[in-house]
């Protein structure tokens, strides 16, 4: 089954405590992107990759790292998270980098205390 | 820059009633449009898309979008909805020559009532 994956689905941490929230897609696309959705805001793109050991800044990518060294693969890094990082999270594929909608993975709640 | 506006954030309605989500868009170039939508505790699924031809694209579950472009809109619509379709549904826009990046609106939450 054609799918994005994320994990985990839910996590509960602490300020401070960096934490990794890997995104890995079958569908061998080149194109992966991270986004947080929060009330009243949609959804904002945090980084994204165009392919391996590609990637750049999308609108809201401070306090965020990310790697691309597998096609398949997109971890999201939280260094030294933060109570404003406390979000959703969806991670999102797609073909090409043209014209082609995105496929969302399933979502991580975060909260940070 | 490209921007999203839903005009509004929830809508409550009737089973069986007709249902429209307003979407405009701000952009001074071509751009491609999409609705989403959320159900409760998923991520989200492509509801429809335009991209070239007909304003009028036909999407799953019977929606339907419209798009003007001179109003700049791509209002949802479906003309009978169901309890199932209770959801959060958000309008995208992208613009070909920035390549893949979707800009979301806010969301519009639809709550369908018996």
């Known amino acids: 089954e054609a799918q994005v994956t994320q994990n985990p689905r839910y996590l509960i941490t602490v300020t401070g405590k960096k934490l990794t929230v890997t995104c890995s897609q079958n569908?061998?696309?080149?194109?992966m992107s991270w986004y947080r959705q929060d009330p009243g805001l949609g959804l904002r793109q945090i980084y994204y990759?165009?392919?391996?050991?590609?990637?750049d800044k999308g609108d809201v990518p401070e306090g965020y790292k990310v790697s691309r060294k597998e096609k398949r693969n997109f971890p999201l890094i939280l260094e030294s998270p933060s109570p404003n990082q406390t979000s959703l999270y969806f991670c999102?594929?797609?073909?090409?980098?043209?014209?082609?909608?995105?496929?969302f993975g399933p979502g991580t709640r975060l909260t940070v205390l | 820059a490209q921007s999203v506006t839903q005009l509004d954030s929830q809508v409550p309605v009737f089973e069986e009633a007709p249902v429209e989500l307003r979407c405009n868009y701000s952009?001074?170039?071509?751009?491609?449009l999409f609705w989403y939508v959320q159900y409760p505790n998923q991520g989200l699924q492509l509801l429809l898309k335009y991209l070239s031809g007909s304003t009028l694209v036909k999407g799953i579950n019977g929606f339907e979008a419209e798009f003007n472009k001179s109003q700049t809109s791509f209002h949802l619509r479906k003309p009978s909805v169901h309890i199932s379709d209770t959801a959060e549904y958000f309008c995208a826009v992208s613009e070909p020559a920035a390549g893949n990046k979707l800009t979301f609106g806010g969301g519009t939450r639809v709550l369908v009532k018996p």
């Open positions: 569908m061998n696309h080149e194109y």
């Open positions: 999102a594929s797609s073909p090409t980098r043209l014209r082609n909608e995105q496929f």
């Open positions: 990759s165009m392919n391996v050991e590609v990637t």
């Open positions: 952009s001074s170039v071509s751009v491609y």
